[in-house]
């Protein structure tokens, strides 16, 4: 059975962002960010965990194989997944962009080396 990946949730609703982020992001893009294209990497994500599961392995060769280009496109929605639960975190629970994880090194090497 495939590994399934949730949509973290921002630290405020989507009712609260437009409010709250009003002077960072307008509150069309702010729900297009984050319900659209923030949840897309997510629904790629788990997508191709289902393939994974019924590749060819035996296919595969040392110039290319789905297995391969699942793996790197998978890649490429993890790291996107991952970058916007950041970003949503670092704008701030209240908006406040200085009360985010991040203002300080440590606390940013601890959000990229634990998740």
């Given at each position: 059975?495939?590994?399934?990946?949730?949509?973290?949730?921002?630290?405020?609703?989507?009712?609260?962002?437009?409010?709250?982020?009003?002077?960072?992001?307008?509150?069309?893009?702010?729900?297009?960010?984050?319900?659209?294209?923030?949840?897309?990497?997510?629904?790629?994500?788990?997508?191709?965990?289902?393939?994974?599961?019924?590749?060819?392995?035996?296919k595969a060769n040392?110039?290319?194989?789905?297995?391969?280009?699942?793996?790197?496109?998978?890649?490429?929605?993890?790291?996107?997944?991952?970058?916007?639960?950041?970003?949503?975190?670092?704008?701030?629970?209240?908006?406040?962009?200085?009360?985010g994880p991040g203002?300080?090194?440590?606390?940013?090497?601890?959000i990229w080396l634990?998740?």
């Amino acid at each position: 059975m495939a590994y399934e990946w949730k949509f973290n949730k921002r630290p405020y609703t989507d009712e609260e962002a437009k409010e709250l982020l009003k002077t960072v992001i307008d509150a069309e893009t702010t729900d297009w960010h984050y319900n659209t294209h923030h949840k897309g990497y997510v629904t790629f994500m788990n997508n191709i965990e289902k393939e994974l599961e019924t590749a060819d392995r035996a296919k595969a060769n040392g110039n290319y194989s789905n297995v391969g280009e699942l793996k790197r496109r998978f890649t490429w929605n993890h790291a996107g997944a991952l970058l916007h639960d950041v970003y949503w975190e670092v704008l701030g629970g209240d908006g406040d962009t200085a009360k985010g994880p991040g203002s300080d090194f440590s606390n940013r090497k601890r959000i990229w080396l634990c998740g």
